[in-house]
């Protein structure tokens, strides 16, 4: 007796294609805490799995510590790591997978990093007049802004804009 295949309707591809990627809300207040979220102390595997979970909207931020699996302790504050911090730093692993494989450091800052980078640039922008504050302003929308070191010396902003603007006619 012989078997016949019931998977000849496979062969002919996906029934449904998709037209157009998944694009999240940039504009949401959770997309944009998700987004904001260090990746660190992770593989490289791990490091692209969380950031696909993030870019299709599928990432679950932690709401309480969880527990370390290595010293029982709740001290675990990313979500999908099972180990702390300190732990797979001494350990020298993945805190995800818990493989000894190179992790990659994120180039994320912490808060206080941020916070204080935020007050120097409105120390700055403050200081400069009105006009040339609106053009940084501007700029910085359409992201071709000059970085806040160069706006200190005025003359410098106006060389940006000149050719910015040139660009924009052409």
Not at 21 to 48: A, M, R
Not at 49 to 65: A, G, Q
């Amino acid at each position: 007796m012989s078997k016949i295949s019931t998977n000849s309707k496979k062969k002919s591809g996906q029934k449904h294609q998709n037209t157009f990627s998944f694009q999240s809300n940039k504009n949401s207040k959770k997309t944009k805490y998700i987004n904001s979220l260090p990746i660190n102390g992770l593989c490289h595997k791990c490091k692209e799995i969380i950031e696909w979970r993030k870019k299709y909207k599928k990432y679950k931020p932690l709401t309480t510590l969880k527990r370390c699996v290595n010293c029982n302790e709740k001290a675990v504050k990313e979500a999908y790591h099972i180990l702390c911090s300190k732990c797979a730093t001494d350990k020298k692993v993945c805190a995800k997978c818990q493989e000894s494989a190179e992790i990659v450091s994120s180039n994320n800052k912490s808060d206080k990093e941020l916070l204080k980078e935020q007050q120097e640039r409105e120390k700055v922008l403050e200081s400069l007049p009105e006009r040339k504050r609106r053009t940084y302003l501007r700029q910085l929308e359409r992201g071709k802004a000059p970085p806040l070191s160069l706006v200190q010396d005025l003359d410098e902003l106006d060389d940006f804009s000149d050719e910015s603007d040139e660009s924009d006619k052409n």
